[in-house]
């Protein structure tokens, strides 16, 4: 293992393997969680809806989205998603990430991609106090606002466990929450056919494909995953996009 993906790993944590083994842990919360059909079928129609390069309601959606972010391999991977004319939604770290690599935040904004927020720190939202989770969330929040002129709108909560008092706190800072529906468990293997493999074998209409820029197996596996599902029929949308012509509502959980 190289000294870049030990740090990385150290960051994130061991937990988050069993997070993503064990799929999405809803914390003491009592909140549903809505699917983009659902967002969709129930959309108000009151409000101008950015459908992106296909209409999700006809079209056969998937979202790219990248946790733990921006790293080395980012610059490389907007390359990668220029060349291929898609937008991604990318979900930050502040303390470690935004904070060091603030050109690259202001790029993602820049060339199109929706940028998220993945906390401060990364410290499991449901294991702190109210104020501890609040902050996590809003330091990031401020750090992007003060690259790209606007605050995220979209959150994924570390190992995706959130609960009321956390949707309470992103309802309050104007922020819905992001789980998924894909993960290729890129933080256990630099095997970018591996990679590649898992995601291609649970890509279904309407999800959102969770991977990780940080890691270096997985920006080589970006452009096969890309030309294989476009092969497919489907269509790359940001995550706002895939519930369109529905508004993000914060707090909200969305999760196909």
């Known amino acids: 293992m190289s000294l870049l993906r030990k740090k990385a790993a150290a960051r994130i944590g061991s937990a988050a393997a069993l997070a993503a083994l064990m799929s999405v842990v809803l914390s003491g919360c009592s909140m549903d969680t809505t699917s983009p059909s659902t967002a969709r079928k129930h959309a108000d129609g009151k409000h101008p809806a950015d459908f992106g390069p296909g209409d999700c309601r006809r079209a056969k959606c998937i979202a790219l989205t990248f946790d733990a972010g921006p790293g080395p391999n980012t610059p490389h991977l907007l390359d990668v998603l220029k060349e291929k004319k898609v937008h991604a939604t990318f979900f930050l770290l502040g303390k ?7 050109d690259v935040v202001k790029r993602e904004a820049a060339e199109g991609h929706e940028v998220g927020n993945h906390t401060w720190t990364h410290k499991i939202l449901t294991k702190q106090s109210a104020d501890v989770a609040r902050q ?6 401020v750090a992007v606002e003060k690259i790209t002129g606007t605050r995220p709108r979209v959150m994924r909560p570390p190992q995706g466990r959130t609960n009321d008092s956390v949707s309470k706190i992103c309802k309050e800072l104007g922020v819905s929450q992001v789980l998924w529906s894909t993960t290729a468990k890129d933080f256990s293997t630099n095997d970018t056919a591996l990679i590649e493999k898992r995601t291609l074998e649970q890509a279904k209409p309407d999800g959102i494909i969770l991977l990780h820029d940080i890691y270096p197996g997985t920006v080589p596996a970006v452009s ?6 476009r092969k497919r029929g489907y269509t790359f949308v940001t995550v706002p996009q895939l519930i369109a012509p529905a508004q993000l509502k914060p707090g909200a959980i969305y999760r196909p």
């Open 96 to 102: 470690n990430h935004v904070m060091k690599y603030p």
């Open 136 to 141: 996590e969330i809003e330091k990031t929040e």
């Open 224 to 229: 096969g995953i890309i030309d294989t599902l």
